[in-house]
Structures are given as structure tokens and as C-alpha cells.
């Protein structure tokens, strides 16, 4: 059994999810993959399960009733991976915004001493491609806001490409986690720091996707901005629950 498994949230993804599941099999290493599809209207399901009679060893999929957000779809691969034993567990996006050979940096991280490896647009300048310039600075901004309010001097802590150590999650208490957004890669990457695990960032290169449509939108980003500060607060006082 491959000790590493890669979480794929997926709604209307049908231009690519075949494609990004076939290049993580392509790898040197081997993976499993988890499609968590919000019963997506485009046919990304059935896809996915004419790909399981060709993988059916490492593919696996759940569909949930409808889109729930991003967060609740991590949070349930979490506890699906968790119910079985992987050691190495990640979350990556279906759009190849996220390079799937770079998977095998952020193994290889944890590999090193890292209990959670976080893929960084921003460990060494800006390493965004196709983005406008107004979001790259909503998005740097944010992540200087971040630091500010948590205390994490890591430079990408909204990023959604990482791999967790086993034990990270097994130490979070997952039913507890609130945000849905952007927000909860943030919460994720604080809960995992104030309990002083490792956490390394690996620079990547983050390519704008170019088929289907962003995930974005304003709610998720306000989530983000007023969620950091009811997050740290909830931190100092509610320190036995966080």
C-alpha cells in the first residue's frame, strides 16, 4: 500500500481531473488519490469512476450530496485517510495550479524532519504566473496580514498545497475546524503551529489554472480577513479547545 495519499477536492472539474489524476499516477513515487467531489453537475464523478476500472487500487472517490466548501471537503478526506493507514497526506488542487511533480518536494520534505511541508508562492519573491496584479496583491497582503495577527512567520499561510504528517492531524481535532475558505488553510497551518509542530515551506512556482472557472469569491475572502482575528482571539482564551 502507498504510504502517501493526495486529497483532490473537485466541483465542476471535468476538464481536468482526468488529466491531474493520470500525471500524479505518472510520478516516480507512488500515490493514491481521493476525489472529493461535491456532486458536481458537469460529469466530474462519472469520470472519475470510469478512471477506477482502469486504477482501481490507488483511485478512490467520495461523492457528497452537494458544495459544501473547501474546507469540509479537506476535512473529509482527513478523517477518510486517517481511518486508514497513511502516513502522508495532502491536499492539492485539481486545476494543475499546483505542479504535480512538485508533490514528490513536499514528501521529500517531510521525509527530511518536517511535520508539515507547505507549498510557498512566496519563500522566495513572488512565484505566481497569470495572475492580475490586483489579486497577487490580495493575496501577498493577505499572507503580511496573516503573519502580523498569528505570530506564523510562514510567508504563504493561505497557500492549499501542503502534506501533513499523520500525527498532525491525528493531534487536531477536526470537528472543531470553522472555516470553509481560505480561512482554513490559515486555521490548519495555526492549529499545527501552536502545537509547535515543524512546519517548512518548499517554494513552487503557482500557474493560474486555464480550464474550468475560479473557486473565489468574496465571501471566502472576508472569511479570511475577519476569520484570523476570531481565530487568534479564540487561540488566547479558549486555549484547552483550540
Not at 94 to 114: E, Y
Not at 149 to 166: E, K, L
Not at 200 to 211: A, G, K, L, M, Y
Not at 215 to 230: L, P, T, Y
Request: net charge positive; hydrophobic share 45%.
Amino acid at each position: 500500500m502507498a504510504d502517501g495519499l493526495v486529497i483532490i477536492p473537485t466541483f465542476n472539474e471535468i476538464e481536468n481531473v482526468e488529466a491531474i489524476i493520470k500525471t500524479v499516477f505518472d510520478l516516480k513515487k507512488d500515490f493514491h488519490v481521493l476525489i472529493v467531489d461535491d456532486n458536481s453537475p458537469d460529469g466530474t464523478a462519472a469520470n472519475v469512476r470510469q478512471l477506477q476500472e482502469q486504477f482501481s487500487d490507488n483511485l478512490f472517490l467520495e461523492v457528497r450530496t452537494e458544495k459544501s466548501g473547501l474546507g469540509t471537503a479537506y476535512i473529509h478526506g482527513f478523517k477518510w485517510a486517517l481511518a486508514r493507514d497513511y502516513e502522508y497526506i495532502f491536499e492539492m488542487d485539481a486545476d494543475f495550479s499546483h505542479k504535480p511533480s512538485d508533490l514528490l518536494r513536499l514528501h521529500r520534505a517531510c521525509l527530511n524532519g518536517a511535520d508539515m511541508a507547505v507549498g510557498s508562492r512566496y519563500k522566495k519573491g513572488i512565484n505566481v504566473v497569470n495572475w492580475p496584479l490586483g489579486r497577487i496583491l490580495l493575496s501577498y497582503g493577505a499572507s503580511f496580514y496573516v503573519k502580523l495577527i498569528t505570530g506564523m512567520r510562514i510567508n504563504d499561510p493561505t497557500a492549499g498545497f501542503v502534506c501533513y504528517r499523520r500525527k498532525v492531524l491525528e493531534s487536531i481535532d477536526l470537528d472543531s475546524v470553522r472555516f470553509i475558505g481560505y480561512a482554513f488553510q490559515i486555521e490548519m497551518k495555526f492549529r499545527a503551529y501552536l502545537k509547535k509542530f515543524k512546519i517548512e515551506e518548499v517554494s513552487i512556482i503557482f500557474t493560474d489554472r486555464i480550464n474550468g472557472q475560479s473557486k473565489m469569491s468574496s465571501k471566502i475572502v472576508w472569511e479570511a480577513v475577519f476569520g484570523v482575528i476570531v481565530m487568534k482571539v479564540r487561540s488566547i482564551f479558549q486555549k484547552g479547545l483550540f
